[in-house]
């Protein structure tokens, strides 16, 4: 496959509406996204030693590099044209201090937040 790969937890809220702005903004098709619930038991084992797949955001690169949570933003940020800006901040020294708490803050939460919806494999 020649584009990036990035597992995203379909049953929730928050992961399919940042999935589903984001794809709009990906003019240049460089990422494909793949439901962790439909990632087959040995993947899953093999990327365990990461951590979980639904407790973190996942990108296995074109590459071959596994990039998860903060450091996959910023890679899917650098990847699109609208949002290089942003990715350029996020890549600034300190900022990778402060992503990482936010984004294991909002990643633990997101349930209870903005709860959790029915994955059907479309």
């Known amino acids: 496959m020649n584009k990036h790969i990035v597992f995203f937890d379909a049953e929730c809220p928050l992961c399919r509406t940042v999935k589903a702005v984001l794809k709009r903004l990906d003019w240049f098709d460089v990422i494909f996204w793949h439901p962790v619930q439909e990632v087959n038991e040995s993947v899953k084992n093999r990327v365990s030693s990461y951590k ?28 699109l044209p609208a949002t290089i800006p942003l990715a350029l901040l996020c890549y600034l020294p300190f900022v990778k201090k402060i992503g990482d708490p936010v984004y294991h803050f909002v990643s633990i939460r997101r349930y209870k937040w903005f709860g959790r919806v029915p994955y059907n494999k479309l």
């Open 52 to 79: 979980n797949m639904y407790d973190e955001i996942y990108m296995y690169t074109k590459d071959k590099q596994v990039l998860t949570g903060f450091n996959t933003i910023r890679k899917i940020l650098s990847l």
